[in-house]
């Protein structure tokens, strides 16, 4: 099931999972995405407390410095961890997650900045989990919890979230083949997708991951014929598309950029959706981080780097239950990508 809790400040999710009725929850997922406070004072993002069976509290804390507290108490029995990250704009989103196993022993406590695809995180023993009655009561009653206005969301899930490389692709993308278009969710290793570097080259593995549809997450619907599509095409904010043409050559001198779809959301062309609470995405890797043809438009393929020589990393991430061995070594991108205000004034050129 996974995600099974969810809030933000329009609305709150919950559906109770199947394999657990009561108690505490052998494994699961914390995650809390949020920005910091302009100020660099201590921050309270998120805090919450009940007594359904004894004295519960858990609260996540921003810090001055950049750092991350997380802290747990039941009946006098206190939990916390803590973890610096090295954001230097207060205005950059932060993913924590807090992940636990019991049978394992283990946890783990992540920071990752999707905005700028960086990530730290820390590895605990003997974490504390949650019950599922106080996951109940966090979900569906909002006078028990504080969320700070500058949280996007909470949510809870039932398993040990992947950490690090993402999944961005709708699974109705369609990816251009050899001699056809493939809906993204029907990719698979071996099939042959054509590129805008070297054309035709084989799919190595395909991945997909089910995430709350908030924050970083929030679908973005891209518009045809905006962008060279198609088809209407449904994305996360980070997948990044490739522009070329005239404009790109004049003011920033390539050939082409990378542009994230979060930088084309203008209510015209780029559109961010509300629906369900969870999204599943999409995506392949390939050789060399070639760019795929998604519905007529250039469409990066997932970026993984030099992961399969961090065994650690590999194995919290979405890629973990594949060999290393057959892993590629992903050079950068030969595109630069573009910031913010450089999106805005590209697609205000196109406009005109």
Request: aromatic fraction near 6%; charged fraction near 25%; charge should be positive.
């Amino acid at each position: 099931m996974g995600w099974f809790a969810i809030a933000d400040a329009e609305a709150t999710s919950f559906r109770a999972p199947r394999s657990v009725r009561e108690g505490v929850l052998p494994r699961g997922t914390l995650m809390i995405e949020s920005r910091l406070s302009p100020d660099g004072g201590p921050q309270t993002l998120f805090a919450f407390e009940t007594y359904h069976r004894g004295v519960f509290k858990l609260s996540v804390q921003a810090i001055p410095g950049g750092g991350v507290v997380l802290v747990m108490a039941e009946d006098g029995d206190v939990f916390h961890a803590a973890l610096d990250h090295d954001a230097q704009d207060r205005a950059d989103l932060l993913r924590i997650s807090y992940s636990w196993d019991l049978p394992q022993g283990r946890g783990r406590l992540a920071i990752e900045r999707p905005e700028h695809g960086k990530m730290v995180k820390l590895m605990l023993e003997r974490p504390r989990g949650m019950r599922l009655d106080d996951v109940r009561a966090l979900a569906r009653d909002p006078h028990r919890r504080l969320m700070d206005r500058d949280v996007e969301f909470l949510a809870v899930s039932e398993r040990v979230e992947p950490i690090g490389p993402a999944p961005s692709l709708g699974a109705d993308v369609p990816i251009l083949g050899t001699d056809r278009y493939i809906p993204a969710r029907d990719l698979k290793r071996g099939d042959l997708v054509e590129t805008l570097e070297v054309g035709p080259v084989p799919v190595l593995h395909a991945v997909r991951r089910t995430v709350p549809a908030r924050g970083s997450f929030r679908p973005v619907r891209l518009r045809a014929p905006y962008f060279g599509l198609r088809s209407d095409i449904v994305v996360a904010p980070d997948q990044r598309l490739v522009v070329g043409g005239s404009e790109v050559e004049y003011i920033f001198g390539r050939e082409a950029v990378l542009v994230p779809a979060r930088h084309l959301v203008n209510g015209v062309s780029a559109i961010s959706l509300s629906g369900p609470p969870t999204v599943t995405y999409c995506q392949v890797i390939l050789p060399r981080h070639e760019s795929m043809i998604g519905a007529g438009c250039p469409i990066e393929s997932l970026y993984i780097g030099r992961l399969r020589r961090k065994p650690a990393q590999l194995a919290q991430s979405v890629l973990a239950e594949i060999d290393r061995t057959l892993l590629p070594e992903h050079p950068q991108s030969s595109y630069p990508m573009l910031r913010p205000f450089e999106a805005i004034t590209l697609m205000q050129r196109r406009a005109a």
